[in-house]
């Protein structure tokens, strides 16, 4: 259960990492706004503290792209000449996709890495020897009552008694999977699960 809520929490934040916008896709979008403000002082880029110097190069880069792509879209606007030359017209960048890609691969993996982890503890608990339990003497006396001192199989009188349990499995040692059995009967019960 601890295990899945650990999971669960990696998850979620991977799931936030995969859908962060990258700078490059945030400068274009504040450029493609900005595009469309006429007075250069009212855009985002010459607030305080909302400059170059505040940004990456990627935001910038994003940035000049998109104030150059959505100014070609409306031509009674052109671009502010207080910021430095763009360059060449570049298309929105795909690192986005490439972010969500990269944030699924990582969910997938992740997933199977669990559930190889689930599958070798399943199979170390089922190989896992059973520990032999014996049963209570309250449970022996009300079955060999049941029984009427009879062997389970054979039904002969029980002068030697085995205790059985019926369905293989030693750690259950509730009445009903207990049997009193001759030596015969139950070497030959043995004898049949083994061969």
Not at 45 to 72: R, V
Request: overall charge positive; glycine content about 6%; hydrophobic content about 30%.
């Amino acid at each position: 259960m601890y295990f899945l809520a650990i999971a669960t929490a990696i998850l979620v934040q991977l799931g936030q990492c995969t859908y962060a916008i990258s700078g490059h896709d945030s400068g274009y979008k504040h450029g493609c706004d900005d595009a469309k403000i006429a007075d250069p002082s009212d855009r985002y880029i010459h607030q305080p503290e909302k400059g170059p110097n505040f940004h990456s190069d990627a935001f910038m880069q994003g940035y000049k792209s998109g104030l150059n792509s959505c100014s070609a879209q409306q031509p009674n606007n052109k671009p502010s000449s207080n910021l430095p030359s763009p360059g060449p017209i570049e298309s929105p960048s795909t690192s986005q996709g490439d972010d969500v890609s990269f944030g699924v691969a990582i969910i997938i993996i992740f997933i199977i890495i669990v559930s190889i982890a689930l599958a070798i503890k399943r199979r170390i608990t089922r190989n896992r020897p059973r520990i032999r339990q014996h049963f209570s003497n309250s449970v022996k006396e009300n079955v060999l009552k049941k029984q009427n001192h009879r062997c389970a199989n054979c039904r002969s009188i029980l002068s030697i008694l085995e205790w059985d349990h019926k369905n293989g499995d030693r750690s259950n040692n509730s009445e009903s999977n207990c049997q009193a059995l001759c030596p015969n009967c139950h070497a030959r019960k043995t004898r049949s699960k083994t061969g």
